[in-house]
T-cell receptor, first 114, second 114 residues
Framework: GESVGLHLPTLSVQEGDNSIINCAYSNSASDYFIWYKQESGKGPQFIIDIRSNMDKRQGQRVTVLLNKTVKHLSLQIAATQPGDSAVYFCAESPPGGGADGLTFGKGTHLIIQP | GAGVSQSPSNKVTEKGKDVELRCDPISGHTALYWYRQSLGQGLEFLIYFQGNSAPDKSGLPSDRFSAERTGGSVSTLTIQRTQQEDSAVYLC????????????FGDGTRLSIL
């Protein structure tokens, strides 16, 4: 079946640099996407979402970009801090809505170097 | 607290025993979701409730799994005759409604089957 995947399992960046985490999705009918951050022993924490009628959405230090032409999603984190170390998941919502749940990728482990 | 609450946080049991996992969603959230996360993996969708109703139970891994929700609030996930492959973190999420609403997760129940 179709699923969401990630380009890199681990990303290492210097503290203070910007981070870019990528995600490829294959269900062209998906119309809602979410980024989550998961720290060890915790549940996924909502970061930012975007609907398919948008290309870009900004939050506090984070930006999500959606390219529907190539079915690509990215999360940009500005001025990365040690507290940003975590596993980041993208998730897509099929058009059926809640009854189908979210489809998650396997996650990217973001490591912040001092 | 204002977040999704799950109990117990950890559960160790012997193969063949039944277990019951509890989820208390965010107040006012009508939609509730159960997911399973195996070690180092993404999340696998199990079941969704809108109010007390679960329209599709096909995501449950086997007939040993069941879930219910009463009063539009607390939900329980029951696993009968547990097997070692049931070992995982079971996560619950809730949202204001189905569809294009972010799901907010609890910290999960870490289930270990001996």
């Amino acid at each position: 079946g179709e699923s969401v995947g990630l380009h890199l399992p681990t990303l290492s960046v210097q503290e203070g640099d910007n981070s870019i985490i990528n995600c490829a999705y294959s269900n062209s009918a998906s119309d809602y996407f979410i980024w989550y951050k998961q720290e060890s022993g915790k549940g996924p924490q909502f970061i930012i979402d975007i609907r398919s009628n948008m290309d870009k959405r900004q939050g506090q230090r984070v930006t999500v970009l959606l390219n529907k032409t190539v079915k690509h999603l990215s999360l940009q984190i500005a001025a990365t801090q040690p507290g940003d170390s975590a596993v980041y998941f993208c998730a897509e919502s099929p058009p059926g809505g809640g009854a189908d749940g979210l489809t998650f990728g396997k996650g990217t482990h973001l490591i912040i170097q001092p | 607290g204002a977040g999704v609450s799950q109990s117990p946080s950890n559960k160790v049991t012997e193969k063949g025993k039944d277990v019951e996992l509890r989820c208390d969603p965010i107040s006012g959230h009508t939609a509730l979701y159960w997911y399973r996360q195996s070690l180092g993996q993404g999340l696998e969708f199990l079941i969704y409730f809108q109010g007390n109703s679960a329209p599709d139970k096909s995501g449950l891994p086997s007939d040993r799994f069941s879930a219910e929700r009463t009063g539009g609030s607390v939900s329980t996930l029951t696993i009968q005759r547990t097997q070692q492959e049931d070992s995982a973190v079971y996560l619950c999420a809730s949202s204001l409604g189905q569809g294009r609403q972010p799901q907010h997760f609890g910290d999960g129940t870490r289930l270990s089957i001996l």
